[in-house]
T-cell receptor, first 118, second 110 residues
């Protein structure tokens, strides 16, 4: 199946700094990528939908100035957690699709990034 | 809420027994998928079932879909200790987003 690479897998940062997480589709062009957040023992909550070449669409309650998303190419989307605080500590996962519109194909997921803000 | 509900939230069984997890969702869907996640790790895609399908098998996995009831079930037969993980259903609705259910934590005792 298609491969989505997420980097870094684990990051520890100081409170007040910014952290960038990368999501790359390695063997296909991802028109759309999605960013999720997962708290311990909880499910994945969709944060935003990232479309190549346009602004991301954020879910209700997600601060767009806090979580900056850039999808500059068909193989790369980045999530930047700005001015991170301990409550931003979480597991962040991206996923990617090859096309636009509803498709009977799966979304491919990265392996996730565990962010710890100290 | 983004999430559909999954039932049960936690399930503990003996090795060799079958495990059944249920998922309900809220909107019309294009397809439904089941994923597995080991503690603190990424997602493993298990199976995708399209909205026009009613049942699908993959190895020891059997998935059913009832679009009239907006529900799906995942059956793992002859469970093994290595099946211990969290299992999530996820729906692809029109609008292209994949939305996850709350998940079931399965513990298989050896």
């Amino acid at each position: 199946g298609a491969v989505v690479s997420q980097h870094p897998s684990r990051v520890i940062c100081k409170s007040g700094t910014s952290v960038k997480i990368e999501c790359r589709s390695l063997d296909f062009q991802a028109t759309t990528m999605f960013w999720y957040r997962q708290f311990p023992k909880k499910s994945l909550m969709l944060m935003a939908t990232s479309n190549e070449g346009s602004k991301a669409t954020y879910e209700q309650g997600v601060e767009k100035d806090k979580f900056l998303i850039n999808h500059a190419s068909l193989t790369l989307s980045t999530l930047t957690v700005t001015s991170a605080h301990p409550e931003d500590s979480s597991f962040y996962i991206c996923s990617a699709r090859a096309g636009r519109g509803p498709l009977n194909t799966e979304a491919f997921f990265g392996q996730g990034t565990r962010l710890t803000v100290v | 809420s983004q999430q559909g509900e999954e039932d049960p939230q936690a399930l503990s069984i003996q090795e060799g027994e079958n495990a059944t997890m249920n998922c309900s969702y809220k909107t019309s869907i294009n397809n439904l998928q089941w994923y597995r996640q080991n503690s603190g790790r990424g997602l493993v895609h298990l199976i995708l079932i399209r909205s026009n399908e009613r049942e699908k098998h993959s190895g020891r996995l059997r998935v059913t879909l009832d679009t009239s009831k907006k529900s799906s079930s995942l059956l793992i037969t002859a469970s093994r200790a290595a099946d211990t993980a969290s299992y999530f259903c996820a729906t692809d609705a029109w609008g292209f987003k994949t939305i996850f259910g709350a998940g079931t934590r399965l513990f298989v005792k050896a």
